[in-house]
């Protein structure tokens, strides 16, 4: 029998599963007893990923759960769920399964519930990790399709090994070639998606006809080439992320609600480094500008004559007084005066928001006589955090991406009289943890995990 190529069983089963025991135990992410949920389509990836975590050795032995979800999107759908728990039961591994009630209209909605499900099922077991099987072949087309569509640099990073709230993909490093040959090599027969044929799928297309195409007869190693273009852009992410604290102090000062920004200082420094730094000020705020929006700030920063201002997202503005750039609640929003979190040392406060009086506490005890509580894991917290009023142009991270706080205030029919009344909690990169009342980001993580730091808010009534 021809076995070239590393294709005999008796060498590829193991040197696959050892390059993978050694990966998972080197990141450091998992540990013994660890509950984690392994995404099963049913398909050759994800299979080959239980049956590494389920078989192997090498690593610490983790508390696992499947998870299948059907998003009945195709005829047969359903029978994939009942291989699913047929494989599951023969593996003696915990299996959770969910259906879309409703068809997803595109192949982002079907994403977003997916995700949705898989973060439900994490939270409701108290796990840590959420795994998927994202291999190297994955990365080189989602940074392809990127490229194709404009993106910015830090989109060519791709995507992570990790992200909150507890998504691990272990196999990246791995391509497709290699998992496929594992998988015969053990005699793994996965389900097959005909969807995955389907040329009019962008992606299906960059994998099936452009990839092999390019790799034919401009790069023969174009995925390759395409996966370190991810790693470098990562790298320099990470190097940019190191550098910003340095980069801002003397430049950047806080004050309450207010940011003031040193204008000869910033604009002493290199366009591309005033970029990064102006995004870094205005993440604080929840704002996100595009490239347009920008270049717009960019230029107020250099031109804009002292004692003029400009509109910023979200109800903020930026001002120049002298040498001062100043960040901070535009004067048209009003009947607001925000509460600031230095530290996690327990406390009590007040916060108006729109005229409206609220009491805070906050700490390690559970908070009594509150009319809204939240219990958040202290390590997830990013000191210090902000609690304000809603904003127009406020999001939340939901479990099947982010929304708009507006939407979510109109689905819960809460009338517009009331809506700028609702305490909204942000930590320190400005991004929203907790509407009061309303509703918590998947950035919150919650559970049994210790210590828990808890928030709890009453309406004062004046007597």
């Not at 590829?12 to 392994?38: E, N």
């Not at 759908?77 to 009942?82: I, K, Q």
């Not at 503005?317 to 901070?328: A, G, I, K, M």
Request: aromatic fraction near 6%; charged fraction near 25%.
């Amino acid at each position: 029998m021809n076995k070239g190529r590393g294709t005999d069983p008796e060498q590829i089963q193991p040197k696959l599963a050892h390059r993978f025991s050694q990966h998972l135990t080197s990141q450091g992410r998992t540990g013994k007893g660890d509950r984690i949920v392994v995404a099963l389509s049913g398909g050759v990836d994800s299979l080959v990923l239980l049956h590494l975590l389920r078989f192997g050795e090498g690593f610490p032995a983790n508390d696992m759960l499947a998870a299948h979800y059907d998003h009945n999107m195709r005829e047969g759908s359903g029978a994939d769920a009942l291989w699913v728990r047929g494989l599951c039961r023969a593996w003696g591994v915990e299996l959770k399964v969910a259906r879309a009630e409703v068809i997803p209209s595109s192949e982002e909605e079907a994403r977003e519930a997916r995700y949705g499900f898989l973060l439900d099922t994490l939270r409701q077991v108290d796990g840590r990790w959420i795994l998927t099987a994202h291999h190297s072949d994955d990365q080189a087309e989602t940074v392809l399709f990127r490229v194709l569509r404009g993106t910015g640099l830090r989109g060519l990073a791709g995507i992570p090994q990790s992200r909150t709230p507890g998504i691990l993909r272990p196999l990246l490093p791995f391509c497709r070639r290699e998992i496929q040959e594992y998988a015969n090599a053990v005699g793994l027969r996965p389900r097959q998606d005909v969807s995955n044929l389907d040329l009019t799928n962008p992606r299906n297309l960059l994998r099936h006809e452009i990839l092999p195409k390019l790799e034919e007869g401009v790069a023969p190693r174009a995925r390759k080439s395409l996966t370190r273009l991810a790693r470098l852009a990562r790298e320099n992410e990470d190097a940019w992320r190191s550098l910003l604290p340095a980069l801002l102090d003397g430049v950047v000062e806080e004050d309450e609600d207010r940011v003031f920004i040193v204008r000869s200082g910033f604009l002493a420094h290199h366009p591309a480094v005033q970029t990064r730094l102006l995004r870094e000020v205005l993440h604080r705020f929840g704002i996100r500008p595009d490239e347009s929006g920008t270049r717009a700030v960019l230029e107020f920063t250099r031109t804009g004559a002292s004692g003029r201002s400009m509109d910023l997202p979200g109800g903020y503005s930026l001002s120049r007084e002298f040498d001062r750039l100043q960040v901070r609640i535009s004067d048209s929003v009003t009947g607001d005066h925000p509460l600031v979190l230095e530290g996690p040392a327990a406390g009590v406060g007040e916060v108006l928001v729109s005229g409206k009086r609220f009491a805070v506490v906050w700490g390690e005890e559970l908070p009594v006589g509150c009319n809204e509580t939240l219990g958040v894991a202290l390590s997830t917290l990013e000191f210090p955090l902000r609690l304000r009023g809603w904003l127009p142009g406020d999001r939340m991270a939901l479990p099947y991406g982010t929304k708009k706080l507006k939407k979510l205030l109109t689905e819960a029919r809460i009338p517009l009289s009331e809506r700028a009344q609702i305490p909204v909690l942000l930590d320190a990169r400005g991004q929203v943890l907790w509407a009061a009342g309303l509703a918590s980001s998947v950035l919150v993580q919650v559970g049994t995990k210790k210590p828990t730091f808890f928030f709890g808010i009453r309406e004062i009534h004046e007597s």
